[in-house]
Structures are given as C-alpha cells and as structure tokens.
C-alpha cells in the first residue's frame, strides 16, 4: 500500500511537471502553442488513468500552482478551466474501463464544459465578453481580406455586401465550429493517451473499424429540429432562435456525414466495391456540396433502414 502511494505521488509529480513544461513552451513558443494546447489534457488523462481522480486533481492543482507562479495567476486560472476539465474527466472515464465511445463522449462534454467555464471566466474576471471579441475578430479578418483584394487591384471581387454576408456566415458558422472542435480534441488526447498507455504496459482498447460505427439514430431528430428551426425563423437569420437552428443542423449534418462515409467504407470492404471510393468519398466531400449531401442522406437512410445490419446484433 505504501509502495503504491508513493508510486502515484512519483508519477503524478512527473506528469505535473510535464503539463508545466507543455504551458512554458506553448508561452515562449508561438509556433507550438496550438499544438502543444491540444496535447496539454494528456498528462492529466494519464494521472488519472493510472492513479484515479483524486492524483489527477491534485497533478491539476499542483500545475495551475506552479504556472501561476511562473507565468501568472490569470494563465493558471484560464488553464486549468479550459484544459484541466477535458483531463479529468477522460481520466476517471478509462479509469472506469468505460468504452471509447463513452470516453469520447465524456470528453466531448468536458471539453463543452471547459469552453463554457473559459468565457464565463474571461467575463467576470477580466470583463471580456468573448462573443464580442469573435464577433470583433471575424470583423477585422474580414476588412483585411477586403485589403489584400483591393491591394492587389481586385477590389471589384468583393462588395459590401458580399463582405457583409461573409462576416454574417462566418458568425453563424462559429459556434458549430466550437462545439465540432469538442469530439476532436477528445479524440485527439484519447489516441495519444492510449498509445503512452501501451508503452507502460497498461493497454487501452481501441475505436472499431470504422467501416461499423453505427452512430445513434437521434442524430436525426436534431438534424430534423434544426431544419424546422432554420424554417421557422428563416426571416430573421440575427436572431438566437435561427443560430441554434443552424448549429445544431450543422452539427447533426456533420454527423450524419460522418455516418455516410462509414457505409461507403463498408461497402469497399465488406462489398468489394473499388477501394478508391472511400478516399474519393472523403476528398469530394469537402470540396463539392452535392457530394456531402448525398453522404449526408446516405447516413440518415442507413440509421432509419439499417442496411448494414449490424444495429441489430
């Protein structure tokens, strides 16, 4: 037992002063910030896997310590809300031996919860509202790009209004974008976490292929709700009521987009069809709306008919 104790508080020290020194560089190495905020959950994650919650907060509380020190009380605060949370909650969630999909999940939600904590932070202790601060940003990278066309003599391309209904697709893009970026994150710190995992000898099962995911099937009643919404305030795309439609229709059409290219894969490998239609699939798909679409539609048909069959074993 004691062995035990002072074996976790050994690795949580370490983990602790890996977490310091992936904020250090993201600091005073412009480049590798975003890069190295994508992997700052993962000492955490693994604290907690090995060792359970409350090493994990305590590797969390040590770290926010240390860079406040170092750096700054307000950096601790906004790191450990904004990347601390993802941490422990995928943590304790392979601590539990849950699935991959239960820990993505539950990582996506962290993730959700860390964003909302950040703005609330940001809010009430540095009086920043960060939707005005995106809102101000999308504003001027937009009146730059309007500078670069007329700097290169292209000022005819884009108008007014054009600029105006770029900076109104950006706005209502946004927030889709923020909560997609959830799963990825997630997604991201799991494959890592589990390939550490591996080289510990403390192996963590992987994804199934990808050719049987079978998302669940009321990803279409969102995809259907944010339809009717976009429908119903189709009159006043500025208000609240349109921009949550169109969230959550982006975010269920990505889903089912998602579900789409796995019935493509499905086919190439189950099927024999030709092994270039997955990645002809997957390049089209970004570049040519009507090709996402179809995905789209072939995604809400395989969850309502199940032509694959493996739903119902």
Same mark, same amino acid.
Request: aromatic share 10%; proline share 5%.
């Given at each position: 037992?004691?062995?035990?104790?002072?074996?976790?508080?050994?690795?949580?020290?370490?983990?602790?002063?890996?977490?310091?020194?992936?904020?250090?560089?993201?600091?005073?190495?412009?480049?590798?910030? !975003?890069?190295? %905020?994508? $992997?700052?959950?993962?000492?955490?994650?693994?604290?907690?896997?090995?060792?359970? *919650?409350?090493? %994990?907060?305590?590797?969390?509380?040590?770290?926010?310590?240390?860079?406040?020190?170092?750096?700054?009380?307000?950096?601790?605060?906004?790191?450990? *809300?904004?990347?601390?949370?993802?941490?422990?909650?995928?943590?304790?969630?392979?601590?539990?031996? =849950?699935?991959?999909?239960?820990?993505?999940? $539950?990582?996506?939600?962290?993730?959700?919860?860390?964003?909302?904590?950040?703005?609330?932070?940001?809010?009430? +202790?540095?009086?920043?509202?960060?939707?005005?601060?995106?809102?101000?940003?999308?504003?001027?990278?937009?009146?730059?790009? =309007?500078?670069?066309?007329?700097?290169?003599?292209?000022?005819?391309?884009?108008?007014?209004?054009?600029?105006?209904?770029?900076?109104?697709?950006?706005?209502?893009?946004?927030?889709?974008?923020?909560? +997609?970026?959830?799963?990825?994150?997630?997604?991201?710190?799991?494959?890592?976490?589990? =390939?550490?995992?591996?080289?510990?000898?403390?192996?963590?099962?992987?994804?199934?292929?990808?050719?049987?995911?079978?998302?669940?099937?009321?990803?279409?009643?969102?995809?259907?709700?944010?339809?009717?919404?976009?429908?119903?305030?189709?009159?006043?795309?500025?208000?609240?009521?349109?921009?949550?439609?169109?969230?959550?229709?982006?975010?269920?059409?990505?889903?089912?987009?998602?579900?789409?290219?796995?019935?493509?894969? $499905?086919?190439?490998?189950?099927?024999? =069809?030709?092994?270039? $239609?997955?990645? +002809?699939?997957?390049?089209?798909?970004?570049?040519?709306?009507?090709? %996402?679409?179809?995905?789209?539609?072939?995604?809400?048909?395989?969850? !309502?008919?199940?032509?694959?069959?493996?739903? %119902?074993?």
């Amino acid at each position: 037992m004691i062995r035990r104790k002072t074996s976790a508080i050994v690795e949580s020290g370490i983990l602790a002063a890996i977490a310091v020194i992936f904020t250090l560089i993201g600091n005073y190495i412009p480049v590798l910030d !975003v890069i190295v %905020s994508v $992997w700052w959950p993962l000492p955490i994650i693994l604290c907690g896997r090995r060792n359970g *919650l409350m090493w %994990s907060v305590l590797c969390l509380l040590v770290t926010g310590a240390v860079v406040a020190v170092l750096i700054s009380p307000l950096q601790a605060v906004t790191q450990v *809300l904004i990347l601390g949370i993802l941490g422990l909650v995928m943590g304790e969630g392979m601590r539990r031996q =849950k699935s991959p999909a239960s820990v993505l999940l $539950w990582g996506s939600l962290g993730a959700l919860l860390s964003i909302i904590l950040s703005g609330l932070a940001a809010y009430f +202790l540095m009086g920043i509202n960060v939707v005005e601060s995106f809102t101000h940003a999308i504003a001027e990278s937009v009146q730059m790009t =309007k500078d670069i066309y007329d700097t290169l003599g292209v000022s005819g391309i884009m108008t007014t209004e054009s600029l105006e209904r770029m900076q109104h697709m950006l706005s209502l893009v946004l927030p889709a974008g923020l909560l +997609l970026s959830c799963p990825i994150s997630a997604f991201v710190n799991y494959w890592a976490a589990r =390939k550490v995992l591996s080289r510990l000898g403390d192996p963590y099962p992987w994804f199934p292929p990808f050719a049987t995911w079978t998302l669940p099937r009321w990803i279409l009643g969102g995809y259907g709700l944010g339809m009717a919404t976009l429908l119903y305030f189709r009159g006043d795309e500025t208000s609240y009521g349109f921009l949550g439609g169109y969230t959550l229709f982006i975010v269920a059409s990505m889903l089912l987009l998602l579900q789409g290219l796995s019935v493509v894969l $499905w086919y190439v490998q189950y099927r024999g =069809k030709p092994r270039f $239609w997955f990645p +002809l699939a997957v390049l089209t798909s970004f570049v040519i709306p009507l090709v %996402s679409q179809f995905l789209v539609v072939m995604g809400a048909i395989e969850m !309502v008919t199940d032509q694959r069959r493996l739903r %119902s074993r």
